[in-house]
C-alpha cells in the first residue's frame, strides 16, 4: 500500500513570497490532517479535512494560510506572503474514520516538506 | 483544555541500556494516547497506541501502559539498539467529534556502540 505522498520535500523562498505545498493521502482515507513542525517542537494541526470539509482550522493562520481538499483526495497547502516564522516542517497525515463511531484511527504521516524563509 | 507534556531531551544511552520517556497530558473525556517515532530524514510513524485505561501497547520491545490515576503514558524499552535513535512524540486524540491529535515537543534519543 503506498504512504501518504507530499512535494517538494524541500522548498526555500523569501519573505513575502508565496509558495505551495501538495499531499496525496493514502487511497480510502476520509481524513486528512496539515500540521506545521517548527524546528525543536511537536506537530501543529494548521487544518483538518473530512472528505473535502473542514473539520478543524482553528490553528490556521488565515490571513496568510489556505488549503483545499477539491474531490475530497488530495489537497494543497499555500502561505501568501510567506514570513520568516513560517519556516518549518509541513507535514500532511492521513486517516480512516470508523464508520460506526465516526472516530478516525491512527494518522498515517508522509515524509513532510521543509520550508526555508529568507 | 488537551496536552500533552513529555520529559525535555536529547536523551543519551549507551547500547543495551534501559529507557524511560515520561509522557502526561491534561485531557477532556477519555482520550486515545499514542507514541509516534520520527527517524532522522523521515515523517512519523506510529510506534504504539492505548485506546483505554489500563491499555499497554507494545511494538518493537517498546511499552507504554495507558495510566488514568497518573494521566500518563510512558514509553519504555529494556534494551536499546542504535537503530532506536530518533525523535520520539507523545500524543493524544480526543475522544469526541473532531479526531483532532495533541503532540507533546518531541524527546531526542541518542543511542551510542
Known amino acids: 500500500e503506498a504512504g501518504v505522498a507530499q512535494s517538494p520535500r524541500y522548498k526555500i523562498i523569501e519573505k513575502r513570497q508565496s509558495v505551495a505545498f501538495w499531499c496525496n493521502p493514502i487511497?480510502?482515507?476520509?481524513?486528512l490532517y496539515w500540521y506545521q513542525q517548527i524546528l525543536g517542537q511537536g506537530p501543529k494541526l494548521l487544518i483538518q479535512?473530512?472528505?473535502?470539509?473542514?473539520?478543524?482550522d482553528s490553528q490556521l493562520p488565515k490571513d496568510r494560510f489556505s488549503a483545499e481538499r477539491l474531490k475530497g483526495v488530495d489537497s494543497t497547502l499555500k502561505i501568501q506572503p510567506a514570513k520568516l516564522e513560517d519556516s518549518a516542517v509541513y507535514l500532511c497525515?492521513?486517516?480512516?474514520?470508523?464508520?460506526?463511531?465516526?472516530?478516525?484511527?491512527?494518522?498515517?504521516f508522509g515524509p513532510g516538506t521543509r520550508l526555508t524563509v529568507t | 483544555g488537551n496536552s500533552v507534556t513529555q520529559m525535555e531531551g536529547p536523551v543519551t544511552l549507551s547500547e543495551e541500556a534501559f529507557l524511560t520517556i515520561n509522557c502526561t497530558y491534561t485531557?477532556?473525556?477519555?482520550?486515545?494516547l499514542f507514541w509516534y517515532v520520527q527517524y532522522p530524514g523521515e515523517g512519523l510513524q506510529l510506534l504504539l497506541k492505548?485506546?483505554?485505561?489500563?491499555d499497554k501497547g507494545s511494538n518493537k520491545g517498546f511499552e507504554a501502559t495507558y495510566r488514568k490515576e497518573t494521566t500518563s503514558f510512558h514509553l519504555e524499552k529494556g534494551s536499546v539498539q542504535v537503530s532506536d535513535s530518533a525523535v520520539y512524540f507523545c500524543?493524544?486524540?480526543?475522544?469526541?467529534?473532531?479526531?483532532?491529535?495533541?503532540f507533546g515537543t518531541g524527546t531526542s534519543l541518542t543511542v551510542i556502540p
Open positions: 479535512f473530512q472528505n473535502n470539509g473542514v473539520v478543524d
Open positions: 487511497s480510502g482515507h476520509a481524513t
Open positions: 492505548a485506546t483505554k485505561a489500563d
Open positions: 500524543a493524544l486524540k480526543r475522544s469526541n467529534t473532531g479526531n483532532q491529535f495533541y
Open positions: 497525515a492521513s486517516s480512516l474514520i470508523r464508520k460506526t463511531s465516526g472516530s478516525s484511527y491512527e494518522q498515517y
Open positions: 485531557a477532556t473525556g477519555y482520550p486515545s
